[in-house]
Nanobody, 125 residues
Framework: QVQLVESGGGLVQAGDSLRLSCAASGRTFSSYHMGWFRQAPGKEREFVAAISRIPYSRHYANSVKGRFTISRDNAKNTLYLQMNSLKNEDTAVYYC??????????????????WGQGTQVTVSS
């Protein structure tokens, strides 16, 4: 069982940066593949970024590639999402998720077993 709590969201201007954190409970954080997803108003939830357990393979949605960086600190049981050059279209509720399966399906929401409550990111022009 893993409980996930996101933080770090807020209201920023276009071009600004923001770092989201996702604190995980439990002692097995390092065994999970982790992902970030987001849901904008009126839209379906979509994949943003993911990082596997060792060897820490990273994947990004095309819309954030080159601007966002996912990372994890297993000693702190924490997942991060560094977001740079934010755009209006990045406005959404951001969720972190944990996948405990053996395979790594980075953008398949159904593969993720545990989800956080989300943190709001609003980018104004």
């Amino acid at each position: 069982q893993v409980q996930l709590v996101e933080s770090g969201g807020g209201l920023v201007q276009a071009g600004d940066s923001l770092r989201l954190s996702c604190a995980a409970s439990g002692r097995t954080f390092s065994s999970y593949h982790m992902g970030w997803f987001r849901q904008a108003p009126g839209k379906e939830r979509e994949f943003v970024a993911a990082i596997s357990r060792i060897p820490y393979s990273r994947h990004y949605a095309n819309s954030v590639k080159g601007r966002f960086t996912i990372s994890r600190d297993n000693a702190k049981n924490t997942l991060y999402l560094q977001m740079n050059s934010l755009k209006n279209e990045d406005t959404a509720v951001y969720y972190c998720a944990a996948d405990g399966s053996a395979s790594y399906s980075h953008n398949d929401q159904l593969a993720y077993d545990y989800w956080g409550q989300g943190t709001q990111v609003t980018v104004s022009s």
